[in-house]
């Protein structure tokens, strides 16, 4: 008998080579399956995930699906993972925080109507402590309220070229952004993203490019040039990894 399951996942992303299995690397993937592995008969199982994150990203909630030849509840599944993710990472740096039985044709990547990510800033002189590797730190003190301005020429249904990366392999540039918006709390500026899907980079292009906009370099209409000159050369640097957060995944 086998049955489906729906696993969300949270993980650090610092110590891992990305999500996606690579031969001989640390990735989530590979640690996912092998904890599983345990509690499929000793049958290695493959997960299928919602979006995969490059190195050092990071996940509030990822979503895989697996199929394991048993008939334990969600509830069971979850906690035996957790079991055996903790004797193989120390610390645990991924934690299965919820499972539920779905239908065979539940699909953690095209089943999903939407994706969230949120992109966190330090925005301060004093160097990072305890968010080292878990934010981007700026000393530049940035106008938030011009980068939310900006940030607007991105939404809506465009081609996004100029904001992926050269080695993307999306079959199309276009794109529906349903939300980019800049918000800043203390020390802390965080940028939001919504979309059904994104394109390799495309949120850490364009957070790179609006840190131009917060900085004094650009305005919002160059923010529109770059987007319409369909050149990735025309857009912003690329923002480091490790500020990159999977939020959210809609079903």
Not at 174 to 183: A, Q
């Amino acid at each position: 008998m086998t049955s489906h399951y729906k696993l969300t996942i949270e993980y650090d992303g610092t110590p891992f080579c990305g999500f996606q299995f690579q031969p001989g690397m640390l990735t989530v993937q590979d640690e996912l399956e092998k904890a599983l592995v345990q509690i499929n008969k000793g049958i290695r199982p493959k997960v299928y995930v919602a979006g995969r994150t490059d190195t050092g990203v990071h996940a509030f909630a990822q979503v895989v699906h697996v199929t394991l030849d048993t008939d334990y509840n969600a509830f069971k599944v979850m906690n035996a993972a957790n079991h055996y993710l903790r004797d193989t990472l120390k610390p645990q740096s991924v934690s299965v925080i919820d499972a539920q039985l779905v239908k065979k044709d539940f699909h953690a990547r095209f089943s999903a109507i939407e994706r969230s990510y949120v992109y966190k800033i330090i925005n301060r002189q004093a160097p990072i402590a305890i968010d080292a590797n878990r934010a981007w730190h700026v000393y530049i003190k940035l106008d938030v309220k011009a980068m939310n301005k900006a940030a607007q020429f991105l939404v809506g249904h465009h081609d996004f070229t100029s904001f992926r990366s050269t080695e993307c392999q999306g079959s199309t540039p276009m794109k529906t952004l349903d939300e980019l918006s800049v918000y800043k709390a203390g020390n802390f500026i965080e940028i939001k993203a919504r979309s059904r899907s994104f394109l390799h980079h495309q949120v850490r292009n364009m957070v790179g490019t609006l840190k131009l906009v917060g900085e004094g370099k650009w305005v919002g209409e160059n923010i529109k040039k770059a987007l319409d000159a369909k050149d990735r050369r025309a857009g912003g640097p690329t923002a480091p990894a490790h500020g990159l957060y999977l939020l959210d995944v809609k079903y």
